[in-house]
């Protein structure tokens, strides 16, 4: 059994940056795949950013060039480094993993989920 906690959300202006962090307890967090989800209000939660256990990773369009996934796999956190962020990257931000370590981009793939963090941009 894997735990997720987020942070670092928050409140930033258009073009501002924030890292959300992960972090994971209860398993070592080497090799399993990890992602980002968000949920903005009255929509579905959506794929943002993946990383699979060998590291390899995927972005979704809307936050491509602008966001990036990593992890320690020592400290057993995982972030989200989001730049240059837009009104529109407001939402809940989930964390999710999962022990089989390929990239997954789907939210029923993840076996773990944290209790989300919010993050709002103003215009």
């Known amino acids: 059994q894997v735990q997720l906690v987020e942070s670092g959300g928050g409140l930033v202006q258009t073009g501002g940056s924030l890292r959300l962090s992960c972090a994971a307890s209860?398993?070592?967090?080497?090799?399993?795949?990890m992602g980002w989800f968000r949920q903005a209000p009255g929509k579905g939660r959506e794929f943002v950013a993946g990383?699979?256990?060998?590291?390899?990773?995927g972005y979704a369009d809307s936050v491509k060039g602008r966001f990036t996934i990593s992890r320690d796999n020592v400290k057993n956190i995982g972030y989200l480094q989001m730049n240059n962020l837009k009104p529109e990257d407001t939402a809940v931000y989930y964390c999710?993993?999962?022990?089989?370590?390929?990239?997954?981009?789907?939210?029923?793939?993840?076996?773990?989920w944290g209790q989300g963090t919010q993050v709002t941009v103003s215009s």
């Open positions: 999710a993993a999962r022990s089989r370590g390929n990239l997954y981009y789907t939210r029923g793939a993840y076996d773990y």
């Open positions: 990383m699979a256990g060998s590291g390899s990773t």
């Open positions: 209860g398993r070592t967090f080497s090799g399993y795949a």
